[in-house]
């Protein structure tokens, strides 16, 4: 009868002992388990606030717009460089004698420096070139008037060569109530044009 208490004695210490190993090694295992090595692929979350944050600062870094050119500023169109250097409003007749004309509206006088910095001769015409009113209408010059009408106009078929500039003025008969905005420059009736702002 000792014998068999001192065996399950020994039986019980077994299991306990096993029991308490068990428990040991479950909870390294949670513990360690918390932490995966380095390394080992997780995936993370994105954080939708981050992310539009950085699109923001993205969006921030785009470059402004190039601002419009205005009066007494250079600009260019294919082989000519024009600056703007003066702007009259409100003529009603240009010219003297017989070689007055009279305005349907009022005339706009345009002042502009044009420079040739081609290569080649190039030929500058005041029929290539636009006035543009706050509605988006566009004007023609009145080459007729300039020529007959303004001494200096230098604007109706004018040859330019490699760097030489010419001051001319272009001539444009436009209604009385008009507000403008800006003329646009070509260096030929085929050329993109470049914007030169009325209204700084």
């Known amino acids: ?17 096993a ?6 090694t479950v909870v390294g295992a949670i513990v360690n388990g918390g932490a995966e ?32 050119a205005g009066i007494g500023d250079t600009v260019r169109d294919g082989d000519f460089a024009f600056k703007v250097t003066k702007v009259e409003k409100g003529l009603a007749q240009v010219g ?20 040739n910095i081609g290569t080649e001769s190039q030929m500058f015409s005041d029929s290539s ?3 543009v009113d706050t509605k988006g209408r566009q004007f023609d010059a ?24 010419v001051k001319g003025i272009l001539l444009f008969d436009v209604p009385r109530n008009i507000t403008l905005t800006s003329v646009e420059l070509h ?6 044009g470049v914007e030169v702002s009325l209204t700084k």
């Open 37 to 68: 090595p380095e390394g080992a692929g997780t995936a993370t979350m994105a954080d939708p606030a981050a992310e539009g944050a950085a699109e923001e600062t993205e969006a921030d870094a785009e470059p402004e717009e190039p601002k419009t």
């Open 96 to 115: 003297e004698g017989f070689l007055v004309s009279e305005a349907q509206g009022q005339y706009v006088l345009i002042h502009v420096t044009v420079k």
């Open 1 to 17: 009868m000792i014998v068999q208490k001192k065996g399950g004695g020994c039986l019980k210490a077994v299991l306990v002992g």
């Open 187 to 192: 260096d030929s009736i085929f050329s993109e």
């Open 19 to 24: 029991a308490v190993l068990m428990g040991l």
């Open 142 to 165: 009145d080459s007729g008037a300039a020529a007959l009408g303004l001494k200096n106009s230098n604007s109706f078929l004018n040859s330019i060569n490699p760097g030489n500039s």
């Open 129 to 131: 070139q636009k006035l």
